[in-house]
């Protein structure tokens, strides 16, 4: 488009103010003014790839760069920062194939993908950059785990104290109080079943493995026991569903959070195991079906099937088990897959009326929720029903549906019920409603002592390490005498040694086991200790992020309390709703122990939350490289200008709906902006155009000015980007049919263009006269009068068809409304002569006539 530039020179104009932005620290945000209210907004910062940025990133960037330019407008001191979420595994994963350091790899990506944010004009305090990889960034993130090791959760003030005020019960010898001690830490260690993939010689997460391989690369998993260090994020479950009503989020965004925590309240009922001393604890909602546990299932890493499994059983039980452990927990609860199992030749007895039940394992029953046994209720269980059919296991109906039809299918095992109803089959207790009979089997439970009502969450504690070298290395150290200490804070950060081999053993022991310099510690007592050799995950870094920025060059702090009590809450969060999830939950959980600790003022971080919408490519599909739809934005920039990709990412449609991109559409802001240039500036001089003129606007002119400053407000407040262009574009052409310009009108215009389109806003800005930039205002006010339509125009239809359009005062009552659509001719020929039975006025939109 380079052929473009005489008309508005965008690459000379573009770097000219980004460069000004830069030298003048414009966007630099004062901490603590008192003069001004704050406003934080926040972007999910990005993971530096090896790719740099795609059009989708700067959706959201843009979004949130309109709100914060507009803000400072609106007389708001701002605080809008970018940083890096650096460590991760593809440059690891390069390191192991090419030998490179992934720091340099890491810098490398950061620098392009900063310069190519940069050159889009974003609003970011640049000063307070950060980056996770940094040791005095991950100096703080060691110290946070810190907190998490040296604490405990108080079940009665249901929050976080110190372990140095956990009760300890008397009359513990020193290695049982050290074991109560770590039993109770918010960071521990257990041996937990992971997916293990040797090819990558690491821990791979549940939505990494897809049908028993590596999502990546499709390597073959397995699940083993490992020593992982865990946090104890269960303690926080019913605080993180509560605090979820005082959040601005969307309503999807909860439910999903909702779901993964997974509160149900129900009971624990024992059932003993019939010729051993063992019992098996099953948790149920639905302890009303009790009479209809026809066998039980447990996962096929319950600790107990190895002691209650016959002999006879035992080979077919250990080659499932190793079948199982080849799956991963979504496979594995996948609804369509085929029901396996085995008979282990025990069984239990049934607590209600004494019957005995096989017991049976199955992978549909996992170990890592409720108790790892489930009693199985095939008439009211899809997955039992399934179950049991398959191999020919009693079915016992006990919940009949009000409806006849469904009723009788359920008494003959032909249909499987979930839902409520009465019971039946279920001796003293038949005729009971559901809601009844949960409560008085909960009672005789607990009376009886075979049980209790309990609440379950599907929330596991998080499994916190991970067998790789790129991440925070953990601050703990493995004495001789087999304690675990966490480092003193004066001996962080703890850095990342120098290895040469990035390739982990293959064993499970992560690289850094093989750097002996580094692992073997001798004590100042002389005695000797090991470092802690695996690493933390990539969400170590993003869970706090947020509060770095407050004070990112402070290296006596984290953050410093006054300037945290400033700015918090994050008041706008924007991001990709693939972080629905894990990231928002995680980070949610930090700053709850942080609150609790007294390190922040808030128990909430993200006050409200937007997710952008996904862009597809031109195709419609989402873009990848192997589908050749990849739009790259530093193309775009280069022939359209920053201002044109940034407003047209707005004007797509609604910023939170997935719209596919069209370079059509791109051509159309840009002659937009191309048109508004035009209108101000002589093509010849570079100068004002003559037919702006220190004149008086005409009524027309000065109403839909006034209305275009409420509308774009107003929708930048609601995030309706895409209706606020619309409205500029409206009034840009109305003013292209003056020949004369007022200079007030065209002032107003260029400052409320600011926010979407900077770069030739500013330059305008200049040209009006102006010697400071924009970036801090004013906002323009409007008038409440002049927002007001003096006529409206309604379409009348009669009997579902419209007919006409009628333009009335916009005071008319309705009265004098429907006297001018029954008078218009065309309304009286579509009528044909019939008395109107009824007018429905609907102002401003439509006058609706029923003959």
């Given at each position: 488009?380079?052929?473009?530039?005489?008309?508005?020179?965008?690459n000379?104009?573009?770097?000219?103010?980004?460069?000004?932005?830069e030298?003048?620290?414009?966007?630099?945000?004062?901490?603590?003014?008192?003069?001004?209210?704050?406003?934080?907004?926040?972007?999910?910062?990005?993971?530096?790839?090896?790719?740099?940025?795609?059009?989708?990133?700067?959706?959201?960037?843009?979004?949130?760069?309109?709100?914060?330019?507009?803000?400072?407008?609106?007389?708001?001191?701002?605080l809008?920062p970018?940083?890096?979420?650096?460590?991760?595994?593809?440059a690891?994963?390069?390191?192991?194939?090419?030998?490179?350091?992934?720091a340099?790899?890491?810098?490398?990506?950061?620098?392009?993908?900063?310069?190519?944010?940069?050159?889009?004009?974003?609003?970011?305090?640049?000063?307070?950059?950060?980056?996770?990889?940094?040791?005095?960034?991950?100096?703080?993130?060691?110290?946070?785990f810190?907190?998490?090791?040296?604490?405990?959760?108080?079940?009665?003030?249901?929050?976080?104290?110190?372990?140095?005020?956990?009760?300890?019960?008397?009359?513990?010898?020193?290695?049982?109080k050290?074991?109560?001690?770590?039993?109770?830490?918010?960071a521990?260690?257990?041996?937990?079943?992971v997916?293990?993939?040797?090819?990558?010689?690491?821990?791979?997460?549940?939505?990494?493995?897809?049908?028993g391989?590596?999502?990546?690369?499709?390597?073959?998993?397995?699940?083993?026991?490992?020593?992982?260090?865990?946090?104890?994020?269960?303690?926080?479950?019913?605080?993180?569903?509560?605090?979820?009503?005082?959040?601005?989020?969307?309503?999807?965004?909860?439910?999903?959070?909702?779901?993964?925590?997974?509160?149900?309240?129900?009971?624990?009922?024992?059932?003993k195991?019939?010729?051993?001393?063992?019992?098996?604890?099953?948790?149920?909602?639905?302890?009303?079906t009790?009479f209809?546990?026809?066998?039980?299932?447990?996962?096929?890493?319950?600790?107990?099937?190895?002691?209650?499994?016959?002999?006879?059983?035992?080979?077919?039980?250990?080659?499932y088990?190793?079948?199982?452990?080849?799956?991963?927990?979504?496979?594995?609860?996948?609804?369509?897959?085929?029901?396996?199992?085995?008979?282990?030749?025990?069984?239990?007895?049934?607590?209600?009326?004494?019957?005995?039940?096989?017991?049976?394992?199955?992978d549909?029953?996992?170990?890592?929720?409720?108790?790892?046994?489930?009693?199985?209720v095939?008439?009211?269980?899809?997955?039992?029903?399934?179950?049991?059919?398959?191999?020919?296991?009693?079915?016992?109906?006990?919940?009949?549906?009000?409806?006849?039809e469904?009723?009788?299918?359920v008494?003959q095992?032909?249909?499987?019920?979930?839902?409520?109803?009465?019971?039946?089959?279920?001796?003293?207790?038949?005729?009971?409603?559901?809601?009844?009979?949960?409560?008085?089997?909960?009672?005789w439970?607990?009376?009886?002592?075979?049980?209790?009502?309990?609440?379950?969450?599907?929330?596991?504690?998080?499994?916190?390490?991970?067998?790789?070298?790129?991440?925070?290395?953990?601050p703990?150290?493995?004495?001789?005498?087999?304690?675990?200490?966490?480092?003193?804070?004066?001996?962080?950060?703890?850095t990342?040694?120098?290895?040469?081999?990035?390739?982990?053993?293959?064993?499970?022991?992560?690289?850094?086991a093989?750097?002996?310099?580094?692992v073997?510690?001798?004590?100042?007592?002389?005695?000797?200790?090991?470092r802690?050799?695996?690493?933390?995950?990539?969400?170590?870094?993003?869970c706090?992020?947020?509060?770095?920025?407050?004070d990112p060059n402070?290296?006596q702090?984290?953050?410093?309390?006054?300037?945290e009590?400033?700015?918090?809450?994050?008041?706008?969060?924007?991001?990709?709703?693939?972080?629905?999830?894990?990231?928002?939950?995680?980070s949610?959980?930090?700053?709850?122990?942080?609150?609790?600790?007294?390190?922040?003022s808030?128990?909430?971080?993200?006050?409200k939350?937007?997710?952008?919408?996904?862009?597809?490519?031109?195709?419609?599909?989402?873009?990848?490289?192997?589908?050749g739809?990849?739009i790259?934005?530093?193309?775009?920039?280069?022939?359209?200008?920053?201002?044109?990709?940034?407003?047209y990412?707005?004007?797509?449609?609604?910023?939170?709906?997935?719209?596919?991109?069209?370079?059509?559409?791109?051509?159309?802001?840009?002659?937009?902006?191309?048109?508004?240039?035009?209108?101000i500036i002589?093509?010849?001089?570079?100068?004002?155009?003559?037919?702006?003129?220190?004149?008086?606007?005409?009524?027309?002119?000065?109403?839909?000015?006034?209305?275009?400053?409420?509308?774009?407000?107003?929708?930048i407040e609601?995030?309706?980007?895409?209706?606020?262009i619309?409205?500029?574009m409206?009034?840009?052409?109305?003013?292209?049919?003056?020949?004369?310009?007022?200079?007030?009108?065209i002032?107003?215009?260029?400052?409320i263009?600011?926010?979407?389109a900077?770069?030739?806003?500013e330059?305008?800005?200049?040209k009006?006269?102006?010697?400071?930039?924009?970036?801090y205002?004013p906002?323009p006010?409007?008038?409440?009068?002049?927002?007001?339509?003096?006529?409206?125009?309604?379409?009348?239809?009669?009997?579902?068809?419209?007919?006409d359009?009628i333009?009335?005062?916009?005071?008319?009552d309705d009265?004098?409304?429907?006297?001018?659509?029954?008078?218009?001719?065309?309304?009286?020929?579509a009528?044909?002569?019939?008395?109107?039975?009824?007018?429905?006025?609907?102002?401003?939109?439509?006058?609706?006539?029923?003959t």
């Open positions: 488009m380079s052929e473009k530039k005489g008309i508005y020179n965008f000379e104009i573009e770097k000219k103010w980004q460069q000004f932005w030298e003048q620290k414009t966007f630099k945000a004062k901490d603590c003014d008192a003069s001004k209210p704050k406003y934080y907004v926040l972007d999910m910062f990005p993971y530096p790839s090896g790719e740099g940025l795609h059009v989708g990133h700067p959706e959201g960037y843009t979004a949130s760069d309109i709100v914060a330019r507009y803000k400072r407008m609106k007389g708001f001191n701002v809008h970018m940083g890096w979420d650096a460590f991760g595994l593809p690891e994963q390069y390191a192991v194939e090419t030998g490179t350091h992934p340099k790899t890491t810098k490398r990506n950061v620098n392009r993908m900063r310069q190519q944010i940069q050159s889009l004009g974003f609003s970011y305090d640049w000063n307070r950059e950060v980056n996770t990889t940094d040791p005095n960034y991950y100096r703080w993130t060691q110290w946070i810190l907190k998490f090791f040296n604490s405990y959760f108080d079940e009665a003030e249901q929050k976080a104290k110190p372990i140095e005020e956990l009760r300890i019960p008397e009359g513990l010898s020193g290695q049982e050290q074991k109560f001690i770590d039993d109770h830490r918010l521990y260690e257990a041996e937990v079943p997916n293990w993939c040797p090819a990558f010689g690491t821990v791979l997460a549940n939505e990494e493995v897809i049908g391989v590596s999502e990546r690369g499709g390597h073959p998993v397995i699940r083993r026991p490992m020593r992982q260090w865990m946090l104890r994020i269960t303690q926080y479950a019913e605080r993180l569903l509560k605090d979820l009503d005082e959040v601005d989020w969307p309503e999807s965004i909860k439910k999903l959070q909702t779901d993964w925590i997974g509160k149900s309240i129900g009971a624990d009922v024992d059932f195991v019939d010729g051993f001393d063992e019992t098996i604890r099953v948790f149920t909602t639905r302890p009303d009790l209809g546990a026809t066998y039980m299932v447990m996962a096929p890493e319950h600790p107990l099937v190895d002691k209650i499994t016959i002999d006879d059983k035992k080979d077919a039980v250990q080659k088990r190793e079948e199982a452990a080849r799956k991963s927990d979504l496979d594995r609860t996948d609804l369509a897959k085929e029901k396996t199992g085995v008979f282990i030749g025990a069984h239990a007895i049934n607590p209600v009326n004494n019957e005995k039940i096989p017991i049976w394992i199955s549909y029953v996992l170990i890592s929720y409720g108790t790892g046994a489930i009693m199985a095939p008439a009211h269980d899809e997955r039992d029903f399934e179950f049991a059919t398959k191999f020919s296991i009693l079915i016992i109906p006990v919940v009949e549906p009000s409806d006849t469904q009723a009788e299918l008494r095992g032909k249909l499987c019920f979930v839902g409520d109803g009465k019971a039946i089959n279920s001796g003293e207790f038949d005729g009971l409603s559901t809601s009844e009979f949960k409560e008085k089997i909960t009672t439970l607990a009376e009886r002592r075979l049980g209790n009502k309990a609440i379950n969450y599907k929330l596991r504690d998080w499994l916190f390490s991970r067998q790789r070298y790129w991440g925070e290395p953990f703990i150290l493995h004495t001789e005498d087999g304690r675990i200490t966490g480092l003193s804070e004066d001996e962080l950060p703890l990342l040694p120098e290895v040469k081999n990035y390739k982990p053993s293959g064993t499970g022991e992560p690289p850094l093989n750097i002996n310099d580094w073997n510690v001798t004590l100042p007592d002389g005695s000797k200790a090991k802690e050799t695996n690493t933390m995950p990539q969400w170590a870094g993003s706090w992020y947020y509060l770095r920025y407050l402070n290296s702090q984290g953050w410093d309390p006054e300037k009590k400033y700015w918090m809450p994050v008041d706008l969060y924007i991001g990709g709703a693939e972080h629905a999830v894990l990231h928002l939950l995680y949610r959980f930090w700053h709850k122990l942080l609150y609790d600790l007294g390190y922040v808030t128990k909430e971080p993200f006050k939350l937007v997710n952008q919408g996904m862009i597809l490519g031109e195709d419609g599909q989402k873009m990848s490289k192997s589908r739809n990849v790259n934005p530093d193309k775009v920039v280069a022939d359209y200008g920053a201002d044109s990709m940034r407003l990412e707005m004007f797509m449609g609604p910023l939170e709906a997935m719209k596919p991109w069209n370079m059509r559409g791109v051509e159309g802001v840009y002659r937009f902006l191309h048109k508004a240039w035009r209108m002589d093509e010849d001089t570079d100068g004002l155009a003559e037919a702006v003129k220190e004149t008086q606007a005409d009524e027309a002119t000065l109403r839909l000015l006034h209305q275009t400053i409420k509308k774009v407000g107003d929708d609601t995030f309706g980007f895409n209706t606020a619309s409205q500029m409206i009034f840009v052409n109305h003013l292209g049919k003056y020949e004369i310009k007022p200079k007030s009108v002032e107003k215009f260029v400052l263009l600011a926010s979407f900077p770069h030739i806003a330059e305008l800005w200049q009006l006269g102006h010697a400071d930039s924009l970036a205002g906002w006010e409007y008038d409440k009068e002049l927002i007001k339509e003096k006529e409206i125009e309604l379409a009348v239809q009669v009997n579902g068809k419209i007919k359009r333009v009335v005062a916009a005071g008319a009265k004098q409304v429907e006297a001018e659509a029954l008078a218009r001719d065309k309304v009286k020929a009528m044909a002569g019939k008395p109107a039975k009824k007018v429905i006025v609907a102002k401003p939109r439509i006058v609706s006539i029923i």
